[in-house]
C-alpha cells in the first residue's frame, strides 16, 4: 500500500520505529527499515549490524544506524537468533534508501517466540492509520 507516497508492502510486519519483518516462506523473518525510516534518518553515514548467531528479544536494540541528522538503535521486532546479515548494506548504504524491502534489508533471523512477537507488531487494516497517525505526529 502507498500512503503519502511511501510504500508499505501489506505483508510486512512494522514497528513504531519503522522497522519493518517479513516472514519468509521457510519461517524465519528478514528484517529492514521502512522506506519512511530511511528517509527521516536523511543521508546515512553509517550503520552497525550485529554478528551471525548473536541473540536478541524482540525489542531491543540489535545496531545503530548514524546519519548527518540522527544517531540511534535499530529495535528488534522478533526474538530469535540472528542467521544472516546483509553485508552488501555495510558497502553501500544506499540500497536503504534505493531498495528498503528488496536488496535493502538488514538482517535474517531464525525466530524463538514468532507467533507471540508478531501480535505486538503493526500488519493489515492497522498499518494506514498508524502510519498516518506517525506522519501528523511529525508535522
Do not use: C, Q
Not at 38 to 46: L, N
Not at 61 to 74: C, D, N, Q, Y
Not at 111 to 126: F, V
Amino acid at each position: 500500500m502507498e500512503i503519502e507516497g511511501y510504500e508499505l508492502p501489506v505483508e510486512m510486519y512494522y514497528t513504531k520505529d519503522h522497522i519493518w519483518a517479513k516472514v519468509e516462506d521457510d519461517g524465519n523473518v528478514r528484517v529492514g527499515m521502512n522506506a519512511y525510516g530511511v528517509v527521516a534518518a536523511g543521508s546515512i553515514e553509517f550503520i552497525d549490524l550485529p554478528s551471525e548467531d548473536d541473540e536478541f528479544e524482540a525489542g531491543e536494540a540489535f545496531g545503530s544506524m548514524e546519519s548527518a541528522k540522527w544517531v540511534g538503535g535499530l529495535t528488534m521486532p522478533v526474538s530469535g537468533t540472528i542467521i544472516e546479515v546483509n553485508e552488501d548494506i555495510e558497502d553501500d548504504l544506499e540500497l536503504l534508501v534505493e531498495e528498503p524491502y528488496e536488496d535493502g534489508w538488514l538482517v535474517l533471523i531464525e525466530p524463538s517466540n514468532l507467533d507471540k512477537d508478531l501480535e505486538k507488531l503493526i500488519h493489515g487494516d492497522a498499518v494506514k492509520p498508524w502510519f498516518e497517525e506517525d506522519l501528523a505526529s511529525r508535522a
